[in-house]
């Protein structure tokens, strides 16, 4: 039985190595318990229950930790910010013809009105979503609970 358990543990961390994402570390971690479980004489009932244990652990406190110290290092990107930002109307939006831009922090955006009406060139308006490359948006006098409210 010690042999699986290694072979698991080295599949395991393989896996980890290759996709980099705290995948397979905590069942790597698993099944590393359950070896030296194995290789003491352990039966097999309680090298599954060191493996399950030792998994189940380590993923329940470490993981929240390693995903906010990965997670930390991310910034907004230009896509993002335009969300919390006014623009203007540069080219009338109108989505029967598929037509319209917007001009958000001096970068022109192809957009949709959510609500489908037409929107006249000039006016402000409000990113509400990102669909690839395309802003949709709302006038900017609207409330921000209709604008949540149509989504």
């Not at 905590?26 to 359950?34: D, I, K, P, Y």
């Not at 652990?57 to 910034?75: C, E, G, H, M």
Request: proline residues 4%.
């Amino acid at each position: 039985m010690s042999y699986f358990w290694l072979g698991f543990m080295v599949l395991a961390f393989v896996v980890e190595a290759a996709t980099v994402g705290l995948v397979a570390i905590w069942f790597g971690l698993g099944a590393l318990a359950a070896f030296l479980s194995a290789v003491c004489g352990g039966p097999v009932w309680l090298q599954i229950t060191f493996f399950i244990l030792i998994t189940a652990v380590t993923l329940i406190f470490t993981r929240p930790l390693a995903q906010k110290y990965l997670n930390s290092r991310r910034r907004a990107t230009n896509a993002d910010r335009v969300l919390e930002m006014n623009g203007v109307v540069t080219e009338r939006i109108d989505n029967l013809n598929a037509t319209g831009a917007v001009a958000v922090d001096g970068k022109t955006w192809t957009a949709r009105a959510f609500d489908g009406q037409p929107i006249e060139k000039g006016a402000i308006v409000r990113p509400v979503r990102i669909d690839g490359v395309k802003l949709v948006v709302i006038p900017a006098g609207e409330p921000a609970e209709i604008s949540e409210t149509r989504e």
